[in-house]
């Protein structure tokens, strides 16, 4: 049997409902509802504390539920716990290599365990460093890899067993923006081979890379889910500041852009601190509006950036609260359109 007819097409790999663990008072995953379909990225997005490694670690037999059902790959967590071991691959929060051991150790010991045989097991290893870049630092032990070598070691090592719904808790965590974007590459392809992906991370910027979909948790809830493009616009896509030439036209500034009602631009803040006028925008056209009217009405501009939303921001957007939950005085003044 081929794996499309074992799979079948378009069903879900993982479905929960109202998944349930406490650990004493806390309510680490509190009743959680998740769905990924077949050959795709699902992203869970959540600060610390959030119960992203406590789902992961559900889903992976890791750990037992309270209450709530969870299927992956159509295997029970519960009663079925063997079999689904067998189709899924885990990718840990923390390295889950061993340090003293090479590259290619790693490989064929986790081969073995796998109840491959020796000869496959070499095979296996060989392949799975040839595909994530580390055959020249195949013999080099561990302690001896960069972080992004350990990561994409670790990528390897959790696709040794073909696993065809693969879990990846944080996977750039700590990492340096290039050693972040090989890893996104790696990612990419297990995804473009037909698996299915599912990403915790706290960064957006890492959800809007990899996932099609996102469900966003905090204390061990759902509290928004949807389509990456959905997301985005319920927190204005991006943030464009503008500096003004001279700090002095920073409030104006924000109460021209407020009062000249373009097209989709719902406010503007003058952030007096860091000397920028802040406006959320979801289009270039935007962008470009905005600038144009500043140029018209005459104000001199030193500095043009746009960044994408923060998760905390996306929390703000969402839940009209901070993602840390500290109780803060608004620092901006913020002018409604
Ligand atoms: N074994 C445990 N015993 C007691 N409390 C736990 C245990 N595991 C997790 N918790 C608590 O459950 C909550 C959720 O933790 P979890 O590790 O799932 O969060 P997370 O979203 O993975 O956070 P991070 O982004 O920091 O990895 C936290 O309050 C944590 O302290
Ligand atoms: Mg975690």
């Not at 905090?218 to 997301?231: M, N, S, T, Y």
Request: proline share 4%; glycine share 10%; net charge negative.
């Amino acid at each position: 049997m081929t794996r499309q007819e074992a799979t079948g097409h378009g069903r879900n790999a993982v479905e929960v409902r109202g998944l349930v663990k406490h650990f004493g008072e806390t309510r680490a995953v509190d009743g959680i509802d998740l769905t990924v379909r077949e050959g795709t990225v699902m992203g869970v997005l959540g600060p610390n504390g959030a119960g992203k490694t406590t789902l992961v670690r559900i889903l992976s037999t890791l750990l037992a539920p309270d209450a709530g059902t969870a299927t992956v790959a159509g295997c029970d967590v519960v009663r079925q716990p063997r079999r689904l071991r067998r189709t899924i691959g885990l990718t840990g929060q923390y390295a889950s290599v061993d340090e003293k051991l090479s590259g290619w150790e790693n490989l064929y010991m986790i081969g073995r365990l796998l109840d491959l045989p020796r000869r496959d097991a070499r095979r296996r290893a060989d392949e799975m460093l040839e595909r994530f870049s580390l055959t020249d630092a195949a013999r080099k032990p561990v302690s001896k890899y960069s972080g992004g070598m350990r990561r994409r070691l670790d990528l390897a090592a959790s696709m040794i067993g073909r696993p065809r719904v693969l879990y990846l808790d944080e996977p750039t965590t700590g990492l340096d923006p290039r050693t972040r974007n090989e890893v996104w590459d790696e990612v990419k392809h297990i995804v473009a081979d037909g698996n299915t992906v599912l990403l915790t991370t706290q960064y957006m910027e890492e959800a809007e890379q990899l996932a099609s979909e996102l469900t966003v948790v905090d204390q061990g809830k759902v509290i928004a889910e949807g389509r990456v493009p959905e997301l985005k616009a319920k927190v204005g896509g991006r943030t464009l500041e503008i500096r003004p030439a001279d700090t002095g036209d920073l409030r104006a500034m924000a109460g021209a852009l407020a009062e000249a009602g373009l097209d989709g631009i719902s406010g503007a803040t003058a952030d007096a601190e860091r000397g920028v006028v802040s406006v959320p925008i979801i289009s270039d056209e935007q962008l470009t509006a905005v600038v144009g009217l500043l140029g018209v009405r005459g104000f001199g501009i030193a500095d043009i950036a746009t960044h994408l939303p923060s998760l905390d921001e996306v929390f703000l957007a969402i839940t009209g609260q901070r993602a840390t939950h500290q109780e803060s005085e608004p620092e901006n003044e913020e002018v409604a359109a």
